[in-house]
């Protein structure tokens, strides 16, 4: 499985998923809430038609997708045992938290709802029982590339959005939502008679991304400010310096799948004279 991650903790705000690789500005963009000029984004509907699709993964599921994650991580501690000496050192990792599943479901025909602006809106309920956190890959028709998918717990939170045209060939992961159960929201103001989507994938997340790094954690409540200075200047008020030595501290976590299995890590944002965003992480993150 190809390796996918979201940025779903920073201390200047929250940041939208993307694909494994160097990002840029377009395809990272930051999702913040900059104060009351900029209101939080919620669906656009209530009443649209909605396909659900849930999964009830079992303890034993559970706990094979937990084993094979685990094969291979440490073989040479019980040779050395065996053979009278120091074993090595556990490598380090990123932790673990969470299951992918196949839906193992089938393309759909979508209803879809007309907006007064001419777009069309349709939902997704995704729900994988006892799941702490939810994410799910979508394939929707290849050509949708215009509009975006909004994503939430459930009605009436905010939401947070991802533009359809960062789709693969209509392979298009959700942000991460908190609970066992995921609202998508599809806005597009293309053709939509006679699509098709598929739910194709399910993260089943046994430990909530936002409390998974405990205390001292990246914030995700936190927004970005208005200014955002560089970290390697100084200024005559303390307020303003104090504000710069904050900015250094920003992190983020990553979320990603590969293997079967969802992992977490994390990395700090730095910038660049061409304007990209960059991660810097760990070597065994990816």
Known sequence: MRSKFILVGLMSGLVSLGSFGTLSAQEMPSRVQAGASAPPVTLRSSTAPEMEVRIAPTSKQLLEAAQSASL????????????????????????????????????????WETQADGNSVTHIRITSTGALGIRAKLQLPAGMTMGELRVVAKQGDAAES????????????????????????????????????????????????????????????????????????TSNNATTDAGIAERAKSVVRLSFQSGGSSFLCSATLINSPSQQNFLLTANHCF
């Open 162 to 233: 991802v533009p359809l045209w960062v789709a693969q060939q209509g392979e298009i992961w959700t942000p991460y939502t908190e609970g066992q159960t995921q609202l998508v929201e599809i806005i597009t103001p293309q053709r939509v008679a006679g699509t098709q989507m598929r739910v194709v994938d399910i993260v089943h997340f046994e430990e909530s991304l936002n409390e998974a790094l405990g205390p001292g954690a990246p914030s995700v409540t936190k927004a970005a400010g208005t200014c955002n200075p560089d970290v390697v200047c």
């Open 72 to 111: 291979g991580e440490n073989v040479a501690a019980p040779l050395a045992k065996i053979l009278g000496v120091k074993p090595p050192p556990r490598p380090a990792a990123p932790r673990r938290v969470g299951s992918v599943f196949a839906s193992n479901t089938e393309s759909r025909s979508v209803q």
